[in-house]
């Protein structure tokens, strides 16, 4: 049996904001995207084995009601990063991955990562994408700092200001916001 077949969503109180991430297509989604400032349905019914669900609140507002379709492939279920000043939502699922603008609702870019997103980690002002295949790094607003490819096995840290990549037992070093290498790295 499917575990996201029967899977509960999840939600979370960040500051002002509710953010409902659900492994499915929610029962009530045309109610909340009625209501929505953004209402993002993509391919949510086309040949995709799987929909995700997100919808985020400030009080009563409904900001965003987002719905798309995905393949695991290698990745996870969902998983997003959100960081309320300035109101940014991250969102991945499979390989599909998107950014909304939740101060002026709007979806600013949807990109995807190979065989599969693994999660976000927000860190000061940069959020880290990690994947399958690829470590990736947007700002805040949501623009794209860097990106560099991985091979299983691999993880990474954070010291300071720098990235330290293990890939296979290989490290490198770079710049968090730079991706620029360490020098003798």
């Excluded at 991430?21 to 993509?42: E, G, M, N, S, T």
């Excluded at 960081?83 to 600013?108: I, K, N, Q, T």
């Excluded at 990690?130 to 623009?143: N, V």
Aim: contains cysteine; charged residues 25%; hydrophobic residues 45%.
């Amino acid at each position: 049996m499917d575990p996201y077949t029967n899977a509960n969503g999840v939600q979370i109180a960040i500051d002002r904001f509710r953010v409902r991430v659900f492994p499915r297509l929610d029962p009530v989604f045309d109610q909340y995207a009625a209501r929505a400032k953004l209402a993002d349905k993509i391919d949510a019914r086309s040949g995709a084995t799987r929909t995700c669900t997100v919808v985020v609140s400030e009080q009563e507002a409904v900001l965003l009601a987002a719905a798309f379709g995905y393949e695991l492939s290698g990745g996870l279920g969902p998983a997003v990063a959100f960081v309320p000043e300035p109101a940014r939502l991250f969102v991945g699922a499979g390989v599909e991955l998107l950014c909304y603008d939740l101060a002026r609702p709007r979806r600013l870019w949807r990109d995807h990562a190979d065989c599969g997103i693994h999660g976000w980690e927000v860190i000061d002002d940069v959020v880290l994408m990690s994947a399958e295949l690829e470590l990736a790094a947007w700002d805040t607003a949501g623009d794209k700092l860097w990106t560099t490819f991985v091979e299983p096995p691999w993880s990474y840290s954070i010291k300071g200001d720098q990235v330290q990549l293990d890939v296979m037992g290989e490290i490198t070093r770079f710049g968090l916001r730079t991706g620029r290498r360490a020098r003798g790295s």
